[in-house]
T-cell receptor, first 115, second 107 residues
Framework: EAGVAQSPRYKIIEKRQSVAFWCNPI?????LYWYQQILGQGPKLLIQ????????DSQLPKDRFSAERLKGVDSTLKIQPAKLEDSAVYLC?????????????FGPGTRLTVT | QKEVEQNSGPLSVPEGAIASLNCTYS??????FFWYRQYSGKSPELIMF????GDKEDGRFTAQLNKASQYVSLLIRDSQPSDSATYLC???????FGKGTSLLVTP
């Protein structure tokens, strides 16, 4: 079974530039999550999708971050414009369902450095 | 925001000892918890899931949940250097993660 795929693995940009990350979840997984993990901290949920609908985006900085999952499969997360404090690893995860006891499978992450 | 708190460590234990990792949570409605292990530069991987009061054992790992005290712990018996990692406690709702405890097992 293929795991959660993410690209790119690494990205370096200057502040005020824009960047996009891509995630392809495990086949058949209805729920997709984007997390931001700053060095030394636990993952922080940015947005949760159930199929192509948003379940929770309460912690997404909507003035600069956006995400979509148009066909209910893969997803993109965009930052525009980037700030220095956006430097972090962006993790994508998926589960079969959004039920509380569903195991999340994480992708390898995208390490973003904003200079 | 439903809070999950962990001591960031580092927790250092000698090889073969028992490592005890602890987590407290603020939401009394939380019914279950996950323990994830995260090696440096890698993504979190699930090691334990517990949903009922008491202990759950899986190999060298034992998770303990005390809903009355809002406390969940992870015990690692016969700790190995390969157990050195950050351990993340998470409540299910949107997987609200703690900051993680760094464990170092010294040979």
């Amino acid at each position: 079974e293929a795991g959660v795929a993410q690209s790119p693995r690494y990205k370096i940009i200057e502040k005020r530039q824009s960047v996009a990350f891509w995630c392809n979840p495990i086949s058949g997984h209805a729920t997709l999550y984007w997390y931001q993990q700053i060095l030394g901290q636990g993952p922080k949920l940015l947005i949760q999708f159930q199929n192509n609908g948003v379940v929770d985006d309460s912690q997404l900085p909507k003035d600069r971050f956006s995400a979509e999952r148009l066909k209910g499969v893969d997803s993109t997360l965009k930052i525009q414009p980037a700030k220095l404090e956006d430097s972090a690893v962006y993790l994508c995860a998926s589960t079969i369902s959004g039920q509380g006891n569903s195991e999340q499978y994480f992708g390898p992450g995208t390490r973003l450095t904003v200079t | 925001q439903k809070e999950v708190e962990q001591n960031s460590g580092p927790l250092s234990v000698p090889e073969g000892a028992i490592a005890s990792l602890n987590c407290t949570y603020s939401d009394r409605g939380s019914q279950s918890f996950f323990w994830y292990r995260q090696y440096s530069g890698k993504s979190p991987e699930l090691i334990m899931f517990i949903y009922s009061n008491g202990d759950k054992e899986d190999g060298r790992f034992t998770a303990q949940l005390n809903k009355a005290s809002q406390y969940v712990s992870l015990l690692i018996r016969d700790s190995q250097p390969s157990d050195s990692a950050t351990y993340l406690c998470a409540a299910p709702h949107a997987l609200n993660f703690g900051k993680g405890t760094s464990l170092l097992v010294t040979p």
